[in-house]
Every structure is written in structure tokens, then in C-alpha cells.
């Protein structure tokens, strides 16, 4: 019975069970999902559903084989209903068969003893990222607090691609810098540039394929510069009279960064002012005696007022009180008692005795003082420079030219004239050309110079001798490279040969009665702190010429060259001067020169006069305004003249085109035996901050090879543009195969990185020096100074018809420095010490003298002479 009652209740109980599972449809538990085919890899798709009695995939419509299906049953726990999984692979060769058509998807079907279910569609793609991106962010310069949009489109891609960005490849968290902001387009946006914002962002591209990274955008924040506020106008230049006064400010509010503008302006303002001249104290005429007093004395009084001391000038010497003892009948005999009498004598006597004694310091005093002042006189006065120079007359050498400017002498009148003393500051040489033999042939000795047929002191013992006076302190050590003369009223010029540097001392520059012992010479650029700021680079070499602080009555002219394109609209370019405490300012900003400053700048091609009524250290300085402005450069190749192993150097020297530098670096190869190879080459060197790059092609492969493991060599921009030194080169090492082989050709190109290049070979080349570093009185000028006297005169006056020195400067081409003459006491003198600064070695004086003719100042007596008639 007991088993009999257990039987149906678990018959029953099985016949609820299927009762409730026969009255369900399928519910799936889990349902395919889209999935990625990455690469070559199947991927697996999933169904789950209760109860179910078959649960098959579908495909794009068509049932997929049962034999490629999965199957799992289990029992869910907590219904106690039957569970069914299956799972199916999809291949890649799968998706591909459906070209052309929609989408490949999958689906599953669960069937039960009620009806059907379907689940989801799930799609099924090939997973894929392009490596080119659509758009790349492009590099930007940008003003400091500006906004900065940098654009990206990735490239195509399933799934789309993430977005993110990088700085120096650093990763850039909007969340952590609420300055940056990811756009939904994918674009970064920086709200408000900041100096450290400056670097190279990149769009990175990635999902479950490949990380795909973007060109480099370089941001460059810039600054432009802001003039700081002026600074209190400085205390006059002159103790007494008229001088001058300035204030200046700096370009540091803010300073200009990463190429930001410099301030427009100038940093430096001038003014004229008069300095209030010191007034000694005068004495008043006496008054009279008093009357004769009860002490037998009378009294006479004066008062420095006549005029009054002033300004810090000195106060009367003197006595402004004076006593005299009264005779017998003036002195009242009641009042005055022979002891009295005595009393007074002895007081007059004590008086008269500290008068003398105070009249006799005053002596002393004033002749200590002139002795001193005697000592402490102008060191150019001639007492100090010449052993006392006595003038003496001279016959004038006859010119080297065939026709000469001259007038008939006067015969009845006796001229004195003076030819300063000269002294080489540097050997001469001769020409030299491409030999088998030593580059260079040894210089003679240098000429000496006569004072009233002493023999001068060494060159060293004339700058030992200068380089301790305060006068000199800008006077180097080193005697190389200088050129020093001795000058008077006549004028003369000062050469310092192959370096296109030179002093012209017109006519009646030093004042009458005045010698002066002038220098010049060529600094070292690596010795001298010369400020160079943002994109400023020195243009010429630095030029001393002294003593400063002599007077000058009118401008010198000094030339020297510069190396960079003269194009003003592509640059600032400015003077600088050192001053006595030897720090560097601004003296004038060219093509903005006033009239009224002490120095006035001509810029030709290559060469820069100056006119200047100062003697001081000068250079001229650049700073580029786009980067178009260039510099030249001169490239120039040296060998060894004598090559004995089988490795041969061709060093190749990259220096401003100027021909100081140029003199300096031919003295140093050969000093170590070297020969030039080739004429030297221009390149101009453009502000792209881009290095200049060197190779070498085209050697005969049988017989050498290089031993430079790179294919170039370079030189950094900051290098040439920003450099302290006056010359930089490179070395190439090459070898020979066989001591045998002695020939060699080859191409040197030369280029600057993202620009032209050029490429040379050896050529011979031909170095002519100049002998004469001094010259002194007539025989500096090509003019003679009568003959240049009366041009003066007839030209100066005004012409109502135009022919006057205006029209001798448009004849000259130089009308352009029209109002700078006419500023002058004689414009005409101005045009003629221009002219004779440029044509010293290759001006035709008849040229000139045409010139005069055109213009019709016959009155002149200017005409041409042949060297019979002379």
C-alpha cells in the first residue's frame, strides 16, 4: 500500500511538470551579440533559452548545418526547467562570401512542444582602421592668451576609431587641465595659449584593430615684445653749454619670445639742454674809509657780488674788510691813551703778518693747481703724443695718376704745409697663387715711423703705453690687425689692408694747433660681450677707433663691411657703440637717422660709412623682421699644402662675408700649412632656423673614399646666426687608396636644410694685399686740398639755377643723403669726404673733374692737366 500511494504521487506530480513545461514558449536567457572579426580570428556566437526542446542558427536567411552547432543541456536550479546552449564559429572567409550584399548577420531559433522563438539579429563585421588620417593637425604659431583650434579627422575605420591627443608625447587629460577641451569632431581646442603650451601635439587614432598616430603640429606661442615704461631723463652730457640729455627704455613688457615682433620704436630718446655754466664770484669796487674811530682805525669794505658765485662756481679770494691806523690829527687824542696806541699797533702788525701768510698759500695753491692741470692735460695734446713736433714743409710726391685735378700754384706766396709720421700696424704680403710650394710667402718687415728723426718706439710699447691711460681702455692688448697715425688739421686716413676697413680724417677735422695720434683696429668678436637678443646677429665686425673723447671739428667716415642683404624692409638693423664703463647701446637705428644726431650711417651693397664725431668701438648689429632676411656667407675650402699619408683633410670654413674675418682665417692656415683649393663662395644664409648641411660626391671610387660615417655634416643654425665665433668650419677626412694616387676631384654641395643648396669644385684663386695701413696730409686724398678748398666755395652758396652741391650729390648718386649735407656747415665738403671714402683705390679723378665741368663752375678753375704739364 505504502508503495502504491508513493507511485502516483510522483506520477502526478511528473504529469504537473510537463503539464506547465508543454503550456511555455522559449524564452532565450542569452542572445548573440554584433561582433568584430579582428584580423584572421573566428569569432563565437552564443544562444541560451528555457525550455526548449531544439534551438538551431540562422544565417543571412539559410540555417546553418547542425553538425556546426554546439549543443549543452542543463536544468536551471531554481525553476527546474530545462536549459539549452548553443554556440557557433563564424570565419572571416564566411563574412567575405556576402560581398555586395547587406550585412552579415546571425540569429537563433528555439522551438518548444508551444511554438517558436527568435532571438535578436546579430551582426557580424570585419574590424578594420586605414592608416592615413583624412585631416592632420598643421603646426600654428599663436599669439599669447589666443585660442588654438587644432583640427583631426582619423582615418576610416570599424568600429570608428577612438580619439585622443598627445603633447611631446605626453598624453593630454582635459579632465586634469580644463584648459584643453576634445571637440566631439575630435578637434582640440586650447582656450588660451600659454608658454607652456608651446610643443608638438598629435592626433592619436585607435580601436580594436590599430593605434594609428598623425604627423606632428608644432604650436609655438610667441610673445610679442611691449616697451617698458621710460626711464628719468639722465643728467646733461655737458658741464657748461649746450650738450645732450637722454632717457631710454627697454623692449621687456614683455620681452619678445619664440619669435614674437620686437617693439616698434626706438628704445632711446634724445634732447638737446643747456647746462647752466659755473660763475665765480667777482669783487665789488671798495667802498669808502669810515671815519677814524675811537680805536685810532678806519675800515673800507667790498662784496663779491659783481658777480655773485653761481652754479658751483668758486667764491671770491680776499679780504672783503680792511683796516688802516689813523694819523695823529684824525685820531681823537681825549679817547686814545698811549697804552691804547700800542695795542693797536700790535693788532695791525698781527693782521698784516696773517694777510701776508694767506696771500702766500693762495700762491701755492694756484700754482700746485696749474702744475697739476698741466699734468693731467688731453692726452692727444701734441706736448704728449709727438716729443715736440716741429712743422716743417714738404714737397708733395707726384700722384701715380697720368691726369690730375689741380689749379696753377701761386708763386708769390710761401706754403707750409705738414705730412703726419706713419707707422704700419700690419705686414704687407704679396699676391700668392695655387703652387705646389708653401701657401704663403713671409711677410716683410713692417715700416717705421720718424718723429724728428727719432725712430718711433715697437708697435707693443705704443699700446702698452696707451692701454694705461683711461683714454685708451678700449685699446687691445694684441697689435695685430691695428693701424695707428699721426694727424693734424690736414686730415689723413687709417687702412687696415685686406679687411675693408678704414678711417677717413677729412680736412680741417682736427681743429687748428691740434696733433693727434689716432688708432684704429679690428676687435675680436669672441672677446667682447656683445648683447645679442631673440633674433639679432652681428652684421659687421667690431671696429675700435680712438683715442675717444678727442674734439673733433667734423665727422670721420668709417668704412667697414657688412654681410647681409642691405634690404631694410628685411630687417632692424642697428648701431651699437661702447660706451666708457664698456656696456653696449643703441646709437642709431638705420634708415631712420636724424640729422641732429652725432652719427649718420651710408649703406652700400656690401659696405657700411659711417660718419661719425665720435671715436669709440662701433658694430653693427641685425635683427631679422621675417625669414626672408639672409645673411652672406662666405664658404671657403682648404687643404694641406704637403701630404705625405694616405689620408687627405679638406677643411671647409663657414664665416661672415666680411674681410677681416676672411685676413684671419688665411693668416691661421698658414700658420698651419694649408692651401686654398678653391674660390671663395656666397651662399646666403636665411632666418628659417633650418642648419646648414655639407657633402661630398662625386670622388673617384677606384682611388678614394670618405671615412665620414654620416652622408653630411652639419652646423646648427644658432651656431652661424647667434654664434661668438668669427668662424666656423668642418673637416672632411678622406683616404687614398695608394700613395701613389695623387689627383683628386670632387663636388662639395653645401645647403641649407629645407633650401637651396650649391656645389662648387677647385678653382685657382688670386689674393692681391695692399701696403699702406697709414696716410697722412695731402697724400690720403685724391683731391688736393687747395683745389678741394675752392670747390667748397663755389659750391656751398646756393644757385638759383640748381648748380650748386645739390647738383654735384645727383651727379655723384648720392642725393639721397641730401638732407644729412645740408645740415653741414659745407654740404659740398660732406659729398667730397663721402666720395673720397669711396674711391680711395679705384676713384678717377677725372671723372670728377667732369663732373665739375658738367655742372659749369668754371669760376672753379678746375681743369685737366697731363703729368708733362704738371
Request: proline share 6%.
Amino acid at each position: 500500500t505504502c508503495y502504491k500511494t508513493c507511485f502516483f504521487f510522483f506520477l502526478s506530480l511528473a504529469l504537473f511538470f510537463c503539464l506547465k513545461v508543454r503550456n511555455r514558449l522559449p524564452h532565450f536567457l542569452v542572445e548573440p551579440e554584433d561582433k568584430y572579426i579582428v584580423k584572421n580570428k573566428p569569432v563565437t556566437l552564443t544562444c541560451r533559452s528555457t525550455p526548449a526542446t531544439q534551438i538551431y542558427f540562422k544565417c543571412n536567411g539559410e540555417w546553418v548545418h547542425q553538425d556546426d552547432h554546439y549543443i549543452e543541456h542543463s536544468v536551471d536550479p531554481a525553476t527546474g526547467l530545462p536549459v539549452m546552449w548553443v554556440t557557433i564559429d563564424i570565419t572571416r572567409q564566411q563574412v567575405e562570401k556576402i560581398f555586395g550584399l547587406d550585412e552579415y548577420w546571425c540569429q537563433c531559433v528555439a522551438w518548444s512542444t508551444t511554438g517558436t522563438q527568435k532571438s535578436q539579429k546579430a551582426y557580424i563585421r570585419i574590424a578594420y582602421l586605414r592608416k592615413n588620417f583624412e585631416e592632420e593637425p598643421q603646426s600654428k604659431e599663436v599669439a599669447l592668451d589666443q585660442e588654438v583650434s587644432l583640427r583631426c579627422h582619423p582615418p576610416e575605420g570599424v568600429p570608428p576609431a577612438e580619439v585622443e591627443w598627445q603633447r611631446n608625447e605626453d598624453l593630454v587629460d582635459p579632465a586634469s587641465d580644463p584648459n584643453f577641451v576634445i571637440m566631439p569632431d575630435h578637434n582640440l581646442v586650447i582656450k588660451a595659449a600659454r608658454l607652456a603650451d608651446t610643443g608638438n601635439y598629435t592626433c592619436v587614432a585607435k580601436n580594436i584593430v590599430a593605434r594609428r598616430k598623425s604627423n606632428s603640429a608644432t604650436v609655438l606661442v610667441f610673445v610679442n615684445g611691449g616697451w617698458s615704461t621710460w626711464t628719468t631723463w639722465s643728467s646733461c652730457s655737458a658741464v657748461c653749454g649746450r650738450g645732450w640729455q637722454k632717457r631710454s627704455r627697454s623692449c621687456t613688457n614683455p620681452t619678445p619670445l619664440n619669435g614674437g615682433t620686437s617693439c616698434d620704436g626706438q628704445n632711446v630718446q634724445k634732447s638737446a639742454c643747456v647746462a647752466t655754466c659755473p660763475v665765480d664770484g667777482g669783487w665789488s669796487e671798495w667802498s669808502k674809509w669810515s671815519a677814524c674811530g675811537a680805536d685810532c682805525s678806519m675800515w673800507r669794505s667790498r662784496e663779491c657780488t659783481q658777480p655773485s658765485p653761481g652754479t658751483g662756481g668758486k667764491d671770491c679770494q680776499g679780504l672783503d674788510l680792511q683796516s688802516l691806523n689813523c694819523t695823529s690829527e684824525q685820531c681823537p687824542q681825549s679817547e686814545c691813551s698811549p697804552f691804547l696806541s700800542e695795542d693797536v699797533a700790535l693788532y695791525v702788525g698781527m693782521v698784516a703778518v696773517a694777510l701776508c701768510l694767506t696771500l702766500l698759500l693762495i700762491v701755492v695753491v694756484l700754482v700746485y693747481r696749474r702744475k697739476k692741470e698741466g699734468l693731467d692735460a688731453d692726452v692727444a695734446d701734441s706736448s704728449i703724443l709727438t716729443t715736440g713736433f716741429q712743422p716743417m714743409g714738404i714737397k708733395p710726391s707726384k700722384p701715380e695718376n697720368s691726369h690730375l685735378l689741380t689749379i696753377q700754384p701761386d708763386l708769390t706766396t710761401t706754403t707750409t704745409s705738414y705730412q703726419g709720421t706713419l707707422r704700419s700696424r700690419h705686414d704687407a704680403t704679396a699676391k700668392f697663387s695655387m703652387t705646389n710650394g708653401p701657401l704663403l710667402d713671409p711677410l716683410p718687415n713692417g715700416s717705421h715711423t720718424l718723429h724728428n728723426g727719432k725712430l718711433n718706439p715697437d708697435p707693443a710699447e705704443f699700446v702698452s703705453r696707451f692701454s694705461t691711460q683711461s683714454y685708451f681702455k678700449t685699446l687691445p692688448r694684441d697689435v695685430a690687425n691695428t693701424s695707428y697715425g699721426t694727424f693734424n688739421f690736414l686730415g689723413g686716413r687709417l687702412t687696415i689692408p685686406n679687411t675693408g676697413i678704414s678711417l677717413l680724417i677729412p680736412p680741417e677735422a682736427i681743429p687748428r694747433g691740434k696733433i693727434y695720434e689716432i688708432y684704429l683696429t679690428v676687435q675680436r668678436k669672441e672677446d667682447l660681450r656683445l648683447p645679442l637678443a631673440g633674433c639679432q646677429t652681428l652684421l659687421s665686425p667690431v671696429v675700435s677707433c680712438g683715442p675717444p673723447g678727442v674734439v673733433l671739428s667734423r665727422p670721420v667716415i668709417l668704412s667697414m663691411d657688412h654681410c647681409f642683404d642691405a634690404c631694410l624692409d628685411n630687417w632692424a638693423v642697428r648701431l651699437k657703440k661702447q660706451n666708457y664703463e664698456g656696456t653696449w647701446e643703441d646709437v642709431l637705428l638705420m634708415g631712420e637717422e636724424l640729422v641732429s644726431e652725432p652719427f649718420y650711417c651710408q649703406l652700400e651693397a656690401e659696405t657700411c660709412r659711417l660718419f661719425s664725431e665720435q671715436l669709440g668701438t662701433f658694430a653693427v648689429v641685425g635683427e631679422s623682421l621675417h625669414m626672408g632676411a639672409a645673411k652672406r656667407l662666405r664658404l671657403v675650402l682648404f687643404s694641406d699644402a704637403y701630404c705625405s699619408t694616405l689620408e687627405y683633410n679638406i677643411r671647409v670654413y663657414c664665416m661672415d662675408d666680411t674681410q677681416d674675418v676672411f685676413k684671419e682665417v688665411m693668416q691661421m692656415e698658414r700658420q698651419l700649412g694649408g692651401r686654398l683649393i678653391d674660390e671663395p663662395h656666397v651662399l646666403l644664409f636665411k632666418d628659417s632656423y633650418h642648419n646648414l648641411r655639407l657633402s661630398i660626391h662625386d670622388m673617384p671610387q677606384a682611388h678614394w673614399r670618405s671615412k665620414l660615417l654620416a652622408g653630411y655634416q652639419e652646423i646648427p643654425f644658432y651656431h652661424i646666426w647667434n654664434g661668438s665665433q668669427r668662424y666656423l668650419h668642418c673637416t672632411f677626412t678622406l683616404e687614398r687608396l695608394s700613395l701613389s694616387t695623387c689627383e683628386l676631384t670632387c663636388q662639395l654641395c653645401v645647403w641649407q636644410v629645407e633650401g637651396e643648396g650649391q656645389s662648387f669644385t677647385d678653382t685657382p684663386f688670386l689674393v692681391m694685399d695692399s701696403n699702406a695701413t697709414a696716410l697722412a696730409g695731402p697724400s690720403a686724398f685724391q683731391i688736393p686740398y687747395l683745389i678741394r678748398q675752392k670747390i667748397c666755395s663755389s659750391l656751398d652758396a646756393p644757385c638759383p639755377n640748381g648748380a650748386d652741391w645739390r647738383m654735384l650729390a645727383q651727379r655723384l648718386k648720392l642725393e639721397r643723403y641730401g638732407h644729412f649735407f645740408a645740415s653741414k656747415a659745407s654740404p659740398t665738403s660732406g659729398i667730397l669726404d663721402l666720395w673720397e671714402a669711396q674711391h680711395f683705390h679705384s676713384g678717377n679723378i677725372n671723372q670728377l673733374a667732369a663732373v665739375m665741368a658738367d655742372i659749369g663752375k668754371q669760376e672753379a678753375m678746375i681743369f685737366l692737366v697731363s703729368d708733362g704739364d704738371c
